[in-house]
């Protein structure tokens, strides 16, 4: 059974700083390319960093130097982590982690965790 489990969500302040953790199990993810959606209200869901199975990572323009993704893979389990730091109110959302297959042959998705940076 294929399941992606996303924790380390919660209520920061601004400038403050969270881990997300995503565990993938139930498939061959260490193949597959491994990213982090977000979505906030009234908006699309967006990409926000994604790294390879080779370890290379992609982030969009806004968390440039702010983010860290970094996975840990095992045979039969991958870890996903991203390392959120100086956040900003707009940096507020549900957060999703992402799995797809290099060779299109799937794409899943957790179940979200909710990240809400206010004072």
């Known amino acids: 059974q294929v399941q992606l489990v996303e924790s380390g969500g919660g209520l920061v302040q601004p400038g403050g700083s969270l881990r997300l953790s995503c565990v993938a199990s139930?498939?061959?993810?260490?193949?597959?390319?491994m990213g982090w959606y977000r979505q906030a209200p009234g908006k699309q869901r967006e990409l926000v960093a994604d790294?390879?199975?080779?370890?290379?990572?992609?982030?969009v323009h806004s968390v440039k130097g702010r983010f860290t993704i970094s996975r840990d893979n095992a045979r039969n389990t991958v870890m996903v982590y991203l390392q959120m730091s100086s956040l900003k109110p707009e940096d507020t959302a549900v957060y999703y982690c992402n799995a797809k297959s290099p060779v299109g042959t799937g794409n899943y998705w957790g179940q979200g965790t909710q990240v809400t940076v206010s004072s």
């Open positions: 790294i390879t199975s080779g370890g290379d990572t992609n982030y």
């Open positions: 139930g498939n061959n993810f260490r193949f597959y390319a």
